[in-house]
C-alpha cells in the first residue's frame, strides 16, 4: 500500500511540475534565451514592488511620548555597508541609486523638497525647491523642452548627467522616544537631505542640496528594489526595508541641544568629537536598558 501511495505521489509532482513549466509567464528565460527582466521581482527571495505599500508605523498620541532625543546622522556612501544606496551609478537592471530616485520624483513633481537651512529645517511652501532652481543653482546640464498639450516648459537630464556620482553622503535626521503606552523604545527617520561633495576653485566643498521627508518618500522607497549582495542576485529588498530594518552604516554629527549647535562647533580634535559621539550612543542605549529591571 505504502509503494502504491509513492508511485501515486511522484507522478502527481511529474505531472505538477509539467503544468506548471508549461505556464510562460514565470518563466526564468524568456523567448530570446536572456534572463527575464521579471526573473528579480519573481523569485521567493524577493518580490513584485509594483503597488507595493510600506509597512505602516505606529504614531503614538503626544501626551503618551514622555522622552525624546533628536539625533541628525551622517550616512557616508563610501562605506561598504552603504554601497546599495550609490550603486548602480546610472540605472540599469531595474535598479537605481537612492539619489537618483529622488531626482527623478523632483522632477516630475511627484516630491516635494525643502530648503536646507543652517541649524533648523522648515518643511512648508514658503522653503520649497524647484526642480528648476535645482538644476540652475548646481549647474545640472539639462535640455529644455515644451510640453505639446500645456506648452510648459519641461527640463529634461540625461541619465548621464544626473549628479549621483558627486552625492556621496546623507544627513538623516531622525527622533528616538519611549511610548508608554505601549511600553517601546523607538526610533523614526524624519528626514534626508542629500549632500553633493565637489572640487571647486576654494577646494573640495560639500553641498546639501535640500531636505526630503520621509515619511513621503517611503512610498516610493517600498516599491524601489535594491542588491544588496554580490552573492544572490535574486535577493533584492526595497530600500524603505533597508531604512526600517537599519541596515546602514552612519556617524553622529549632531543631537539636539539648548544652543543648537553641531559637534564640530562644541569640538575641534577629532578624538573629542568621537568620544561625544559615542556618549550620544551610549546614552540612547542606556535609556532603553534602564527602563528595564531584571
Not at 4 to 27: C, E, H, P, R
Not at 127 to 149: A, M, T
Amino acid at each position: 500500500m505504502s509503494k502504491y501511495f509513492k508511485i501515486l505521489f511522484v507522478g502527481g509532482m511529474m505531472s505538477f511540475a509539467a503544468s506548471y513549466a508549461q505556464t510562460g509567464d514565470n518563466s526564468f528565460f524568456d523567448e530570446s534565451g536572456e534572463v527575464s527582466e521579471e526573473v528579480a521581482t519573481n523569485l521567493p527571495t524577493s518580490g513584485p514592488k509594483e503597488g507595493l505599500e510600506p509597512i505602516e508605523l505606529l504614531n503614538p498620541r503626544a501626551d503618551d511620548v514622555y522622552w525624546q532625543k533628536v539625533v541628525y546622522r551622517t550616512i557616508d556612501l563610501r562605506e561598504k555597508m552603504n554601497y546599495p544606496f550609490y550603486y548602480p551609478e546610472e540605472s540599469s537592471d531595474n535598479r537605481q541609486s537612492l539619489f537618483t530616485l529622488m531626482f527623478r520624483l523632483v522632477q516630475d513633481g511627484k516630491i516635494k523638497v525643502y530648503e536646507y537651512l543652517d541649524a533648523r529645517e522648515i518643511f512648508n511652501d514658503e522653503h520649497l525647491v524647484s526642480f528648476k532652481d535645482l538644476l540652475e543653482k548646481y549647474e545640472i546640464i539639462n535640455k529644455v523642452q515644451k510640453d505639446s498639450i500645456t506648452n510648459d516648459s519641461v527640463f529634461v537630464v540625461d541619465e548621464s548627467d544626473v549628479p549621483n556620482r558627486d552625492v556621496i553622503k546623507y544627513y538623516v535626521k531622525e527622533v528616538w522616544y519611549f511610548d508608554k503606552i505601549t511600553s517601546t523604545f523607538n526610533v523614526k527617520i524624519i528626514a534626508f537631505c542629500p549632500i553633493m561633495v565637489k572640487e571647486t576653485e576654494l577646494g573640495i566643498q560639500k553641498f546639501p542640496l535640500f531636505w526630503i521627508p520621509f515619511d513621503k518618500f517611503r512610498p516610493f522607497l517600498s516599491q524601489t528594489e535594491v542588491l544588496v549582495t554580490d552573492r544572490n542576485n535574486g535577493a533584492r529588498p526595497s530600500f524603505d526595508d533597508l531604512f526600517i530594518k537599519r541596515r546602514f552604516s552612519s556617524y553622529i554629527y549632531k543631537e539636539s541641544n539648548i544652543q543648537n549647535r553641531n559637534l564640530l562647533e562644541y569640538y575641534s580634535d577629532e578624538n573629542d568629537i568621537k568620544k561625544e559621539q559615542e556618549k550620544v550612543k551610549t546614552l540612547l542605549i542606556n535609556y532603553e536598558n534602564d527602563l528595564w529591571e531584571y
